[in-house]
């Protein structure tokens, strides 16, 4: 044996020997040790997690989910409430205006103001009218019932009111005579072409009539069919085609009613039910 193998040979008799599983442990203590640190940082930064800490946070998002759900329904009706206040401010086109015309009943020249503090429901036709005119002036006598069956309004919150449309054919007496066919309510207005032209252009009212016709030849007249609603006011509510019932137009009425006392409006019939109830 040589001098240098019995070297080596002597080195390595004097170091000593570590067992594998002694390195082998402590990288597993290393590794818990990291593990249960980094568990812990963990814990420390959500904080500590128990069951009544869940019921709160579920609870809190519930409530916040029906808080939003709520806000958006409120956001959604002041929307709608708007956009019908806009259209009642500037939607409806300029309708109707103040007119002075014979009053068949009186003969007497009658102006609208005459309606102040009431409703009143204009139609447009003619006392010669076959069919139509009398159909929609029954339709219109039962809306005028309805609301007089009314006990929150009763009598005299609606006026019935017919204008012809035909006036070189429908004098005063006529039309005073034709009308009682009608409601004993109702009020028939008169009067010259020019006039009545006028009228009837100011609530757009389409009226073609036969220009050269001889005395005692029968024609027809084609007119608009339509009732215009005006508030007490004498400003333009709505107006009503021939294909609406009058039940319909009943229902229509009550609303605008409501709407404009809910408003501070006043009704002559109304205030003076007040008066003779405090009397």
């Known amino acids: 044996m040589s001098f240098f193998t019995k070297a080596m040979l002597r080195a390595t008799l004097r170091t000593p020997h ?25 814990r420390e930064a959500l904080g500590p997690f128990t069951w009544k800490a869940a019921a709160a946070f579920l609870g809190t998002g519930a409530g916040l989910l029906i808080y ?25 086109p300029k309708i109707g205006a103040p ?15 005459d309606f102040k503090g009431r409703y009143y429901m204009v139609y447009f036709g003619f006392t010669h009218c076959p069919d139509i005119c009398p159909e929609e002036l029954d339709k219109m006598a039962e809306v005028v019932d309805n609301i007089k069956a009314d006990k929150e309004l009763g009598e005299g919150v609606l006026v019935p009111v017919f204008i012809t449309c035909d006036p ?6 006529i039309v005073k005579e034709y009308i009682q066919d009608f409601h004993p309510d109702m009020v028939g207005f008169t009067g010259d072409q020019d006039t009545i032209r006028a009228v009837a252009k100011s609530f757009r009212v389409y009226v073609s009539a036969p220009p050269n016709v001889a005395e005692g030849e029968d024609y027809l007249v084609d ?6 609603l005006m508030d007490p006011e004498g400003k333009f509510v709505d107006c009503y085609a021939k294909d609406t019932t009058s039940d ?8 605008y ?16 039910e007040e008066q003779q109830e405090k009397a």
């Open 223 to 228: 007119h608009s069919i339509f009732f215009y």
């Open 99 to 113: 007119f002075t015309l014979t009053n068949a009943s009186t003969g007497q020249a009658t102006s609208s103001d």
């Open 168 to 173: 070189r054919r429908d004098s005063a007496e």
């Open 68 to 92: 939003f759900k709520n806000e958006k329904k409120r956001v959604e009706e002041e929307r709608v409430a708007k956009e019908k206040e806009t259209t009642k401010s500037y939607g409806k």
């Open 18 to 42: 570590r067992p594998l599983y002694q390195g082998s442990c402590q990288i597993r203590r290393r590794l818990f040790a990291t593990s249960t640190e980094e568990t812990k940082r963990q």
């Open 257 to 272: 009613v409501k709407e404009y006392l809910e408003q501070g409006g006043s009704l002559k019939a109304l205030e003076k």
């Open 248 to 255: 319909e137009v009943t229902a229509s009425f009550k609303q």
